[in-house]
Every structure is written in C-alpha cells, then in structure tokens.
C-alpha cells in the first residue's frame, strides 16, 4: 500500500497504517448518513481484528454492536437498580484446614436472563468505563462485609478483591480503596487486592508506584494468574506483594503431567522463596489437595 510508505517531516520518519471499513450502495444503505454509519462499523472491526487491513460491512456487525450497546445500557441500569451481587470463594489454609479468607466474585442478577458472571460483561463494563463505578462498588461493598464478620468473631478473615486492569491503571485508585476503607470501618490489614500478571508486568515501573501507595495504607496486595503472561523475575522481587496465586489450569492437570507438576513446585518454591503466600485456585479433588499439601 502507498499509505504504508514512511513519510518524513521535519526530518522525523513517521510510519502510518490504515484500516479500512467498506459499505456498498444500495445493499448496505441508501443514504450517505447509514452508508457512512455501516462503513464506519466495518472499519472498526478492521481495527480489533489488528489494524492495517480492510473488511466489508456484514448484518452481523450491526447485531453485534446493537448487542454491546444492550448490554452497556444494561449495566448502568444495574448500577443504579442494585443488580450486582458478590459470592465469596474460601481461601483454605492447608495446614489447618480452616477457612483463613475468602475472594470476592462479582455476578450480576439481570431481570431478563438471570445472573450473568464476568467474563459476560466485564469486557463492556471495561470498554465503556464503567468498570469504574462498578469496581468501586465491589471493593466497598467487600469491606462492608467483612467488617461484618470480623464484628461477628471472624477477625482473623482476609477479603480479597480482583482489579481488572483499568480499574488498577484509574488515577483514583487509591483514593477509592481509601473511601472504601474509611466508610466501612474495615482494617486495612484484612484487605488484599488482586491483579493480574499482565498489567503489573506490562508497565512494571508504574505499576511498583501504585502497589507502593497501596501498601502504604496496610492493604495486601497479590499476583493473580501468576506463570500465565510474560512474567520477568527481575520485577518480581521488586513488587511489594504479599501472595502469588497459581492458576486454575496449572493445578488441574497435576496428577496426570509430570510438566504441570514441576510448573506449581517450581511456583510454590519461588513463592516461599520469596516470603510469599501461595494460593492454588480451583482444587476440586483430594488428590490435587493431598499433592499440595
């Protein structure tokens, strides 16, 4: 293409990409405003389908964009109409036996369809900002609760809380798990928040400033999803982390691959290693758990 070509201003060579989205008169519309609609659709699907390229507009996409924003209405109803639950997952101590903390899961009760987990609406709440409002709302109401329990005897009870990514790159983050902390009550001691190894290690430099302000206000903090990315050992020990988690799809193959096995010892080692907790998620079986032990 001629657009790929370098072009050089002012003595600095710049390179360009294009996509492209095209609508044909008279199948895709029959006037210039849903013409241009309809190709503005298809030059956005050429840009999440890894930009430099073209696509031809097709029904399907005007579905798929009624549904988006269906679901992004949706959610900003929810928040207003209180639709949005949280289940707690226990966090098992494996030397006792006793639940020592739970994790914090988000679902939401829809009226038309039921209850509906992440993976089904995160990507819009995050595509459309409003994973902000609604994270502040998971992390306050976590600590609601569990001053609740702790004020009902479970003192010793850890909460922990997931950050998608652009809710742990917010600006106000910090300022949220303050407010959280300050209109609940809850000892900041007992909060852990999550992140994924992703966005600590895309930007690593920023991401140590940010753990830092968290820790500095007592919360814990703990690598989720950690073996799964791109992870780098040099920042690890520099994190001011409290916990790594190994993944789900690590332990659920550790009684029949010698590779896994060696992948989680290797984690719990390094974890340890490293004065770390160690969580294993998603043991569903006595031999995972007999293993871990």
Not at 19 to 47: C, H, Q, V, W
Not at 225 to 244: E, R
Request: proline share 4%.
């Amino acid at each position: 293409m001629i657009v790929a070509k370098p072009i050089t201003i002012q003595g600095q060579e710049l390179h360009v990409s294009m996509s492209i989205g095209i609508a044909f008169y008279p199948s895709d519309g029959k006037s210039t405003e849903e013409l241009m609609k309809n190709a503005d659709m298809a030059m956005y699907r050429a840009k999440e389908e890894g930009r430099d390229t073209y696509k031809f507009y097709s029904m399907d996409m005007n579905k798929a964009i009624s549904r988006k924003m269906a679901l992004e209405n949706g959610l900003r109803k929810a928040l207003k109409n209180d639709e949005f639950v949280l289940n707690y997952q226990p966090q098992v101590s494996l030397h006792t036996g006793e639940i020592v903390g739970v994790e914090a899961l988000l679902r939401w009760n829809t009226t038309e369809t039921g209850m509906l987990s992440p993976n089904q609406f995160i990507p819009v709440a995050e595509e459309s900002g409003l994973i902000i409002p609604i994270g502040e709302w998971v992390i306050k109401t976590a600590c609601i609760q569990g001053k609740t329990w702790h004020d009902n005897g479970q003192s010793d009870l850890k909460i922990a809380v997931n950050l998608s990514p652009v809710q742990f790159l917010h600006d106000n983050l910090v300022g949220t798990v303050i407010n959280a902390l300050k209109t609940s009550g809850f000892n900041p001691n007992y909060l852990e928040l999550e992140i994924t190894e992703g966005v600590a290690f895309t930007n690593a430099e920023a991401a140590i400033k940010k753990m830092q302000a968290i820790r500095e206000l007592g919360v814990r903090i703990s690598i989720d999803d950690f073996g799964t990315g791109y992870s780098s050992l040099m920042y690890l020990k520099s994190f001011p982390i409290n916990t790594l988690k190994i993944p789900k799809p690590f332990n659920q193959d550790i009684m029949r691959s010698q590779k896994d096995k060696a992948l989680v010892e290797t984690i719990i080692y390094l974890g340890h290693s490293l004065g770390l907790s160690v969580i294993a998620e998603g043991i569903e079986s006595n031999e995972q758990l007999r293993f871990l032990k």
